[in-house]
């Protein structure tokens, strides 16, 4: 193969191990789980995309203007020094929605030798055939990815994703229904945050009438991660308007992207079989001539534009690796904790009780944490959060509690009785009104007293009537808290459990247990109240007495004071002290039935003070703790789960055909990421080895600020946006040391020789 004339400005070894570790990553599978930077080829049929591959690579790829890409494909190319002789590997990745004994048989597809005429379409082809696609063969697309690697003096260091052109009317090949999957398939490589997406705009036609251009700018709305390539500009009449609106176009001056615009000249058919040099020659003298001349060199032809790709690609992996790091980091925990609540494997009912018993421990040391308010476990979460603040049970049971004593205080009373009331207020009644009633009542209820006395049922009978709004209070903060526990509980149980197995337990055994605490709960509402509601006033509390005294006392001495106050008496004198007397007497009452319907009422409000401590308190202590809170470890406890049948343990914890799936898959990706994060974590070993023979040298790369380069969560250096190496994306005050990062991946890549094919030890 003829080696390209423009040298590619950076193909060093440590761009070629930056590249290598993502495509290691990729080969790894990772990529089904966690986006990684990758560059996607997108346009319509017949935009030139094989044209382009082939101009890139040198090889030749099938480029008839009908169907011919119903797969994508990974085209790996790396740059080798002028002694190492050109290598390919070809091979099929399959897709996730292939059994294991497809997987197998498409893995067996390997190609290790240079095709004849470096023609890759007979190669294609075959492939096609072994992915089954095309034709009669029942498949039109698959989701299988076939990979071609090229290692050679001409190529440069870039990986890219070529995918099956869009079109939109079917023929005999392809129908309406295989456009909408091309669709599907195109949109999905694109929808990935991480991706450069290459569109690709044939000249031949309008711009706005291909497909590509919709919808990179429906996915990239601000063009952040988009690179435009025009092609076939020869074919546009010279001086025409079609050629100034497509050279616009490529000064990125009408749609406008960040990375912005490419043009390249495709073959045609007349030289479809010309060598790349001369394909790079007639090209070359193409752009020297007309307005394309006015192009800066950078933006059109193939040769810069496999530097340009291979650039663009280093800086999209350099940007977005510490995010890959994290989310790697994200999947592998989330993985762990749910394979954790799914348990061992469990065909047996020893396996299945075994299974039943861990959680029913776990549920009871969490339970007992919530409800006695030692927050440790990190089931709790964070307390600032809403669902955080739900788990612990303690905290909400005293909140709830506090505000149940607040509001009994408030609005405990059916009628406050005060010194004076508005006419119509139903809460508030003035005291001389409330008297009136309380005498009309003792009529009533007249018994063999004397005239002057009352019967002293009537103080009951006036607490009654007091405190008839206690019992919707004590029901309603009763349900609230037993919502409380109910949601606790079902947290509990989905932390330590399967959601399925969570379910039938909670049929089975939880659901009659919680019922069972709340009407035990209900009764002893009953219990607290029924004494208040049916029986006579008793108490024994010396704070009755205390209160009805003090009620008198403060009555007696507001009477005196208005008593002076109405005689007009300001500075008394002994002199003057029949005359206060006369003042103070006057203001006494002489109406003995108002005189001993003061007296019940003063009785029934100091009672009604008594009381209401006595409620709260008993509510609180006798109900919601020693019915409910206190019994919550039982209802899950391991004892219950040695009691229960061997036929109860199986419907309870047998496991259906979806757990172990569910299983199967996690383990999966559990073991695909953590292969991954094995690679990255030698990669930040690695690298705090250099940093420390570093310091013990004092030989440190310059950086752009001074202090400690900073890391991210697994020991990788950041960079700054501002700077023209290889630093992370972060604020130019945190540094890093210029180049280190790459000279890591090469290492790691030097020491990592596990991948079969191209990148291996032996053949890299």
């Known amino acids: 193969m003829e080696v390209h004339d423009a040298a590619v400005p950076l193909q060093s070894k440590d761009h070629r191990m930056l590249m290598d570790i993502i495509d290691k990553l990729r080969s790894k599978g990772i990529n089904r789980y966690v986006n990684l930077p990758q560059i996607v080829v997108c346009g319509d049929q ?42 390919c590997h070809i091979s099929i990745s399959p897709g996730a929605d292939r059994s294991a004994d497809e997987k197998a048989r498409l893995e067996q597809f390997q190609y290790s030798e240079i095709p004849d005429q470096h023609d890759i379409g007979a190669l294609v082809d075959e492939a096609k055939e072994v992915m089954g696609v095309g034709g009669e063969r029942g498949r039109t697309f698959c989701k299988d990815v076939l990979r071609i690697e090229l290692s050679g003096p001409a190529q440069p260091h870039l990986t890219i994703v070529d995918l099956p052109g869009l079109f939109r009317a079917g023929n005999k090949e392809q129908s309406a229904d295989d456009a909408a999957i091309v669709q599907s398939l195109v949109r999905s490589y694109m929808r990935n945050p991480r991706s ?54 490529a000064r990125n001056r009408d749609v406008k992207f960040r990375l912005g615009w490419h043009v390249m000249r495709n073959r045609n058919f007349k030289t479809r079989n010309a060598t790349n040099d001369e394909r790079d020659q007639a090209e070359a003298a193409f752009f020297d001539q007309g307005v394309w001349a006015g192009l800066p060199r950078s933006q059109k032809g193939a040769s810069s534009l496999r530097s340009r790709l291979s650039e663009v690609l280093k800086d999209q992996i350099l940007d977005q690796l510490p995010d890959v790091l994290e989310e790697i980091q994200r999947g592998i925990k989330d993985c762990s904790g749910r394979l954790e609540k799914l348990g061992a494997a469990r065909g047996t009912v020893a396996e ?100 002057g006395t009352y019967n002293p049922l009537i103080i009951g009978e006036l607490f009654r009537e007091q405190c008839t709004p206690w019992r919707a209070l004590l029901e309603d ?23 399925d197995t969570k379910t039938k337990l909670w049929s089975e055994l939880i659901n009659d247990a919680l019922e069972k605490l709340n009407r035990l709960l209900q009764n002893k509402v009953n219990e607290v109240l029924q004494p208040h509601e049916d029986g006579h006033p008793i108490t024994y509390n010396h704070y009755l007495t205390e209160n009805v005294q003090k009620i008198r006392t403060d009555r007696f001495r507001d009477s005196i004071k208005n008593g002076l106050h109405d005689a007009g008496v300001r500075k008394a004198s002994y002199a003057d002290l029949p005359a206060c007397l006369d003042a103070i007497m006057k203001r006494t009452e002489a109406d003995m039935e108002t005189v001993a319907a003061s007296d019940a009422v003063d009785w029934m409000e100091a009672y009604y003070k008594v009381a209401l401590k006595e409620v709260v308190d008993n509510f609180s202590k006798l109900a919601i703790e020693a019915c409910l809170i206190s019994k919550l470890p039982e209802l899950f406890a391991p004892q219950i789960v040695y009691e229960l049948s061997d036929n109860t343990v199986s419907r309870i914890a047998a496991e259906s055909w979806e757990i172990a799936d569910e299983r199967r898959f996690l383990t999966d990706k559990l073991e695909v990421l953590a292969s991954g994060m094995t690679e990255l974590q030698r990669l930040s070993k690695h690298h705090q080895r250099t940093n420390d023979a570093e310091d013990r040298t004092g030989n440190m790369y310059t950086s752009s600020s001074v202090g400690s380069p900073v890391r991210s969560s697994v020991g990788f250096p950041v960079r700054s946006p501002v700077g023209s190496g290889l630093y992370w994306n972060r604020p130019a005050s945190e540094s890093y040391e210029e180049g280190s990062l790459v000279e890591d991946m090469a290492a790691v890549v030097e020491e990592e020789a596990e991948t079969p094919g191209l990148f291996s030890s032996s053949s890299a």
Not at 203 to 216: D, G, I, M
Not at 225 to 233: E, F, N, Q, V
Not at 485 to 492: C, G, K
Request: proline share 2%.
């Open 196 to 249: 450069i997406i290459l569109a690709v705009v044939s000249a031949q036609s309008n711009f706005a009438l291909q497909e590509v251009t919709q919808h990179a700018r429906e996915i990239d709305v601000r063009g952040v991660r988009t690179l435009g390539l025009i092609t076939k500009p020869d074919t546009l009449d010279v001086g025409s308007a079609s050629e100034r609106d497509y050279f616009d176009l």
């Open 352 to 451: 299945q009780r075994k299974y039943l018993l861990n959680a029913s421990h776990q549920f009871s040391i969490l339970i007992t944490e919530a409800k006695d308010g030692v927050y440790r476990a990190k089931f709790f979460g964070s307390g600032r959060e809403e669902k955080g603040y739900h788990k612990r049970l303690r905290a909400v049971v005293q909140n709830t509690l506090t505000e149940f004593s607040h509001k009994m205080r408030l609005k405990g009373r059916a009628r406050e009785i005060v010194e004076g009331a508005p006419e119509g207020d139903l809460v508030r009644i003035s005291r001389a009104d409330y008297l009136k009633e309380v005498k009309d009542l003792m009529k009533r209820t007249r018994g063999c007293e004397l005239p």
């Open 46 to 87: 017949s935009s030139g995309k094989s044209s382009v591959l082939q101009a890139i690579s040198g090889m030749s790829f099938p480029t008839k203007d009908s169907l011919c890409t119903r797969f994508a494909t990974e085209l790996i190319l790396r740059h080798t020094d002028e002694r190492t002789e050109e290598k």
């Open 477 to 499: 903060f009763s349900s609230d808290i037993f919502e409380a526990v109910d949601l606790t509980v079902s947290e509990a149980l989905s932390y330590t459990l399967d959601e």
